[in-house]
């Protein structure tokens, strides 16, 4: 592969072109779908290809230590707003794990979605754009365009092919973010106007705006407004009320994308953003950050176990397990962070497949109520394993892959904040208590209506299996990732 | 007049010549060709302006010269009359409005605002701007099948009309403190500052009228929906602009005065907040889009009262990205509607799926004026909030910008009704085909939209040496 090859523009943008590739062959849905298909495996294929350059190990000519892939051009003159995409350890994983999770979305989307079909994957597709975007970006103006691109599409999968109050769901998840987005961009503009008056440079690059400095008094509202864009994403309690509307009416896919990859985007803003940017303020910030996540995770959890509904069920599952995410990110060390971006990937896997796993039980039985079914063991052996599988992955059981995640978080918050790990231990307690709960009542216990059920076809337990496999990886061989994360997570903690 | 001058000024002889050539020859024609005619004209005097090379030239003729901020208006007010042009044919024919007065009409009013755009006395600017509002007076009311449209017309004519009286005053008291009419920089002496400020003072509220600011905008809605759809567009987005120009040009005569920001900051508040919240409440798509444009043009007078150029260069570009946006908003609406026009937000239920094309152009319109990247809407907010908290209106901003995430719901239940809702009853009565000429102009539109807010690069040189 030539040096020059911009190969992260082509992550970024290729799956954009495929929505004109969709465009072409509209009048079959049938070709859509397989286009569709074609184009996010291309996107996992160049996403796998970049780890190649990873593996390589040298820095990129002109990129900022612990970036081996990176581009930068002129944009907008006038602004210094420059187009500077890299990719650091973080980000690969990340990139990775988009491509990865939104092949499974157009996966579990290929009989569940009968009507509008090309519009369906053209948003899809740019919904994926958007997300690398956000996931490779490193001028603020440039990842702020995509941080917000992306709510488009997610606003129409939400609104047009979801179930129940669809429209209203769509428009809270809309507006919730959006308004928090905004407030960033403020604290974007002031920081940028601030760089610009001390060293006359006026420029949004990330390497550049790290060396401003700001007074504790101002970027403590600096730091806040970052926060308060990225925990509406996160989502941190008690800002997480979108989620669960937002999640329970979404089509599966739209769920998977929702809890798999865009949470993401608030955890990893504030890895590569908030933190770096207001290392102080952000310490400061810190026990905010425990008490709320450590809220969220027993909150979330307490909540989870209440729901009648499954979608519902596993969105507050989210709320809980994301917590973990946060209370690693705010303990900020090389050990806790490692974990926390341990946690994101494996948070992907998991309740990506719990989503998909509700999804096709509704398509099957035409509802989610947890009353509805009973004994499904018997009927339909490999779904009910692989429904076993992620709730037990999701519960923490060790050789599993949140095990992993949240096992290293609490190690990491132990030795920081001793208090909000045991908090966050009763959140695992409760996890359990709820996810064996699920799984008595849907995969055991008595049947309490005849359900006329069909196990997976092939095409479901393909995508299953894929994640299992991913699941089970992950939980017993995490070295990879962990070795991936290692040189960035030493740069961004300034611990060798 | 040399031919020098008649080069420098050829975008307004030729709206001229074409308004002149359409009245006389339109009754001769067909009413197809009278609008071709029209449109080439109209886009002609832009294209003009955008290759004319001796920009800044001296010109013999007494109050006009061919400017940097000539070469960046100019275009503007063609593209709006153009895409005005081509989007009233048929809609004309649709509504039974008949006559090439229509066509002449607008051509007279890109007319006059080039001349706006390139005047440099205080005289011709002040008959410039009312020369405008005076061809609209006519635009608004000449769907004469329609009463809303004769009583839109009224309501303009009178609030303008005390506008104008409002605004001649201003100008006077401020040509009786400096002494002279040329718009060079010759400033007040400290002597006189009295007589300057309150002229300046009237100027603002004239302004304020114009701009349709909060206190003075209880016309707008009325008139936005009483009004042809693509009147609504060009009145929106050139007669609003020109006033913002207007301003500009005054400010380059006497230095903005301390005085007029408390005003500004009043009128740039109360727009801000009131026409988003009453926008919320409106069922009306056009009464909504009217509020909106209170919103916007409180945007612009939180850039006007920076006093900055980067304030004033936010002015100018978001002045042309609204334009943009508007023009597409109005473009779609008046495209979608039949013999009666589609006012209810209700009669777009589901349009995103059975009109495809014109759906997507007004979900991105919606989308552009909410401020969403990667539309051109975003990037003229971003200027509009980053000359603010450069010029130190923080506060300001930060409202404005709580004000701009309200904002979003309502644009979001325009897309809403497009997409995601069932219609309850009777479906809305399918819209008939679009024609192309609707069609190009809604491409250009959008094309517009995108392409600033992707790349903005070529229109930003513009607008720097528009300011110099």
Redesign the interface.
């Known amino acids: 592969m030539p040096t020059d090859f911009p190969i992260l523009t082509l992550l970024v943008f290729l799956p954009l072109a495929g929505v004109l590739a969709l465009f072409a062959v509209r009048k079959s849905d049938e070709l859509v779908r397989m286009g569709a298909l074609v184009v996010t495996l291309a996107e996992l294929a160049l996403s796998v290809w970049a780890c190649g350059a990873a593996g390589a190990g040298a820095g990129a000519a002109g990129a900022p230590a612990g970036f081996f892939l990176y581009q930068d051009a002129q944009?907008?003159?006038?602004?210094g707003i420059r187009y500077t995409l890299g990719m650091d350890g973080i980000s690969l994983v990340m990139v990775l794990l988009t491509s990865f999770i939104t092949v499974i979305a157009v996966g579990v989307s290929w009989r569940g979605i009968k009507e509008?079909v090309p519009l369906y994957y053209a948003l899809l597709l740019a919904m994926e754009s958007g997300i690398q975007g956000v996931f490779l970006g490193l001028d603020l103006f440039l990842f702020?365009?995509f941080w917000?691109?992306m709510?488009?599409p997610m606003?129409?999968l939400i609104?047009?092919w979801g179930h129940g109050r669809?429209?209203y769901s769509?428009?809270k998840f809309?507006?919730y973010t959006?308004?928090g987005s905004?407030?960033m961009?403020?604290a974007i503009?002031?920081l940028?106007?601030r760089h610009g008056a001390q060293t006359g440079t006026y420029t949004f690059s990330l390497f550049e705006l790290i060396h401003t400095t700001v007074p504790y008094g101002t970027a403590i509202w600096l730091f806040a407004a970052f926060l308060f864009a990225f925990a509406i994403k996160f989502p941190l309690f008690p800002l997480h009320t979108w989620l669960p509307d937002a999640h329970t009416d979404a089509p599966t896919a739209g769920s998977v994308i929702l809890a798999s990859l865009l949470l993401k985007t608030g955890a990893y803003g504030l890895i590569r953003f908030g933190f770096p940017l207001f290392p102080e303020a952000a310490r400061a910030c810190a026990p905010l950050i425990y008490t709320v996540s450590v809220i969220g995770i027993v909150w979330g959890a307490w909540i989870a176990f209440a729901q009648r509904d499954m979608k519902r069920l596993v969105a507050y599952s989210s709320v809980s397990h994301m917590g973990f995410v946060a209370l690693g990110i705010a303990a900020w060390s090389p050990v806790a962070l490692s974990g926390a971006v341990i946690q994101m990937v494996n948070h992907g896997v998991t309740t990506g497949a719990l989503f998909a796993l509700v999804g096709m039980l509704d398509e099957r039985t035409h509802s989610r109520e947890i009353a509805t079914y009973g004994g499904i063991w018997g009927k339909v052996p490999a779904l009910s394993f692989f429904f076993l599988l992620f709730c037990m992955a999701s519960a923490g059981v060790p050789g599993l892959n949140n095990f992993v995640g949240e096992f290293i978080v609490l190690m990491g918050t132990f030795k920081v904040a001793p208090g909000a790990a045991a908090g966050a231990f009763v959140g695992v307690v409760l996890t359990l208590i709820y996810t064996v709960r699920l799984v008595q009542e849907v995969l055991f216990g008595k049947e309490k209506k005849p359900l006329e059920l069909a196990d997976l076809s092939v095409r479901e337990g393909g995508v299953l299996a894929v994640l299992g496999v991913a699941a089970i990886y992950l939980g017993v061989h995490p070295a990879p990732v962990l070795d991936i994360i290692k040189v960035p997570i030493a740069l961004l903690t300034g611990v060798k | 007049m040399s031919v020098t001058d008649a080069l420098a000024i050829m975008p307004i002889l030729i709206a001229a010549g074409a308004a002149l050539l359409v009245l006389l020859a339109g009754p001769f024609l067909q009413a197809r060709s009278i609008s071709w005619i029209a449109v080439v004209a109209a886009a002609a005097a832009g294209v003009w302006a955008v290759v004319y090379p001796a920009v800044g030239a001296t010109v013999t003729l007494p109050g006009l010269a061919f400017t940097g901020l000539s070469q960046f208006l100019i275009p503007v007010f063609s593209a709006a009359a153009t895409l005005t042009l081509l989007l009233s044919h048929d809609y004309n024919q649709r509504r039974g409005i008949k006559g090439e007065e229509f066509q002449a009409t607008v051509l007279f009013t890109l007319f006059a605002l080039c001349v706006l755009a390139c005047a440099t006395n205080l005289l011709i600017l002040f008959l410039a701007i009312e020369s405008v509002s005076f061809a609209f007076y006519i635009l608004v009311s000449l769907d004469l099948e329609r009463e809303e449209s004769g009583e839109a017309g009224l309501k303009y004519l009178l609030m303008g009309a005390v506008a104008a009286a409002i605004v001649a005053f201003g100008i006077s008291l401020i040509f009786a403190g400096t002494g002279t009419l040329a718009l060079t920089g010759a400033f007040a002496p400290e002597a006189t500052r009295p007589i300057v400020s309150a002229g300046w003072g009237l100027v603002v509220i004239g302004i304020a009228f114009k701009l349709s600011l909060v206190p003075a905008h209880l016309w707008t809605p009325d008139v936005y929906q009483g009004a042809p759809a693509p009147v609504a567009a060009f009145l929106s987005t050139g007669s609003k602009v020109a006033a913002a120009a207007f301003f500009l040009l005054l400010l380059a005569f006497s230095r903005p005065l301390a005085e007029i920001h408390l005003p500004l900051y009043l009128l740039s508040l109360g727009s801000m907040v009131i026409g988003n919240l009453a926008a919320l409440l409106q069922k009306n798509i056009k009464r909504m889009l009217a509020y909106s444009s209170i919103a916007h043009m409180g945007y612009l007078a939180l850039a006007l009262l920076t006093g900055s150029r980067e304030g004033y260069s936010a002015v100018l570009l978001y002045g042309a990205i609204y334009t943009a946006m508007n023009l597409a908003a109005f473009g779609a609406i008046a495209s979608l509607s039949g013999a009666e026009e589609r006012g209810e937000l209700t009669a777009y239920t589901g349009l995103g799926?059975t009109a495809p094309f014109r759906g997507a152009i007004l979900a991105l319109a919606m989308?552009a004026l909410a401020g969403?990247?990667?539309t051109a809407g975003?990037l003229g907010k971003?200027y509009i909030?980053?000359a603010a908290?450069?010029g130190g209106e923080?506060t300001l901003?930060?409202i404005g910008?709580?004000t701009?995430?309200i904002s979003?719901?309502f644009y979001?239940k325009v897309?809403?009704q497009l997409?995601?809702?069932e219609p309850e009853g009777a479906a809305p009565a399918a819209p008939h085909q679009g024609t192309p000429a609707e069609s190009l102009a809604l491409t250009c539109a959008a094309v517009a939209i995108l392409f600033i807010g992707i790349?903005?690069?070529p229109i930003?040189?513009v607008l720097?040496a528009a300011l110099r």
């Open positions: 944009w907008i003159e006038r602004f509008r702020y365009l917000e691109a709510l488009i606003f129409f609104g047009i669809r429209v769509a428009v809309f507006l959006f308004f905004l407030l961009l403020v503009i002031s940028y106007l | 799926h989308l969403i990247p990667p975003f971003f909030f980053y908290i450069r923080t901003a930060i910008i709580v701009a995430a979003a719901y979001l897309v809403v997409y995601m809702r790349y903005p690069s930003l040189r720097d």
